[in-house]
């Protein structure tokens, strides 16, 4: 299984960023997908998640509205749209898949929100 996030950087508040994150290793289309992230001194927290068809999505009441996730199964390939970007979304941000009961992830990447 391999996990690589990519789209992380530097961005003002207010601002919009794009996360990905390509799944190689397993059945993509028959997973369930998460995005986590982790700042400073805290623990990692769930931050949004999508069923394997797509058809049903779950946030964190902090990202609610904010926030977008999306799959391509035929790129096998999952998405985390960022908008209206806060400072407290600064983070690791971290793809996930359980598989049967073993968590995967991605090595992160970086996103910082400041002025």
């Known amino acids: 299984v391999q996990l690589v996030e990519s789209g992380g950087g530097l961005v003002q508040p207010g601002g919009s960023l794009r996360l990905s994150c390509a799944a190689s290793?397993?059945?993509?289309?028959?997973?369930?997908m998460s995005w986590y992230r982790q700042a400073p001194g805290k623990e990692r927290e769930l931050v949004a998640a999508?069923?394997?068809?797509?058809?049903?999505?779950n946030y964190a009441d902090s990202v609610k509205g904010r926030f977008t996730i999306s799959r391509d199964n035929a790129k096998n390939t999952v998405y985390l749209q960022m908008n209206s970007l806060k400072p407290e979304d600064t983070a690791v941000y971290y793809c996930?898949?359980?598989?049967?009961?073993?968590?995967?992830w991605g090595q992160g990447t970086q996103v910082t929100v400041s002025s």
């Open positions: 290793g397993f059945p993509f289309s028959n997973y369930a």
């Open positions: 999508i069923i394997s068809g797509g058809g049903s999505t």
């Open positions: 996930n898949v359980r598989i049967i009961a073993i968590y995967y």
